[in-house]
């Protein structure tokens, strides 16, 4: 069955380090989206992509985050500098058309020191 | 903003018997719902979903309700099994724009 890769699973760094994650959707997607599920909350909306193109990035903080998915398949999410408050579970979800069901990976959890 | 609520944090019930998980809406432009699963150190995974044009969806175990005038949903699982132990989501979104809001979750035990 096809999933939605995504690494690391685990990232433990100290603040004002840089991190990544990665994602790689299910082939032929071609809505990929980041979400930032605090513990406790629900997922939310950080980015999301249609192809290469950003079609949502309105709650991504972007003094301290960035996106890309430059071909249009697999995506990057980067925090620089990391803070205390960036401490979540990073999902990456993709979806075959601009609506319907979203398909997750199983996350990164940061953790930040 | 909250526009998807899940008010109840957590729910007990035992094996065989109906869990029913509740949903509240604010935003009327919502026509899609959907309820996801996740168990511990995964991601969600869908679940079911409904259209704002039907008022029930059913799959097997699971049974979804639209009251579209309450802005209000809910999920129905019968029986309930101790596999069905997990966070349950409830999400929406309008169907020309899939930015998707979910509910805080809510956790299920069921008891053998």
């Known amino acids: 069955e096809a999933e939605v890769a995504q690494s690391p699973r685990y990232k433990i760094t100290e603040k004002s380090q840089a991190v990544a994650f990665w994602c790689d959707p299910i082939?032929?997607?071609?809505?990929l989206y980041w979400y930032r599920q605090i513990l406790g909350q629900g997922p939310e909306l950080l980015v999301q992509f249609q192809d290469e193109s950003v079609v949502d990035d309105s709650q991504l903080p972007k003094d301290r985050f960035s996106a890309e998915r430059l071909k249009g398949v697999d995506s990057t999410l980067k925090i620089q500098p990391a803070e205390l408050g960036d401490s979540a579970m990073y999902l990456c979800?993709?979806?075959?058309?601009?609506?319907?069901?979203?398909?997750f990976g199983e996350g990164s959890r940061l953790t930040v020191l | 903003d909250q526009q998807v609520k899940q008010n109840s944090p957590s729910l007990s019930v035992q094996e065989g018997r109906i869990s029913i998980l509740n949903c509240d809406y604010t935003?009327?432009?919502?026509?899609?719902f959907l309820w996801y699963k996740k168990y511990p150190a995964e991601g969600p995974t869908f679940l079911i979903s409904i259209s704002s044009i039907k008022d029930k969806n059913e799959d097997g175990r699971f049974t979804v309700f639209l009251n579209k005038s309450a802005k209000h949903l809910s999920l129905h699982i019968v029986p309930s099994q101790p596999g069905d132990s997990a966070v349950y989501f409830c999400?929406?979104?309008?169907?020309?724009?899939?930015?998707?809001?979910f509910g805080a979750g809510t956790r299920l035990t069921v008891k053998p």
């Open positions: 999400a929406a979104s309008a169907r020309n724009n899939n930015d998707m809001r």
């Open positions: 979800a993709s979806s075959f058309g601009y609506t319907g069901e979203l398909f």
């Open positions: 082939s032929g997607h071609a809505t």
């Open positions: 935003n009327s432009m919502f026509d899609y």
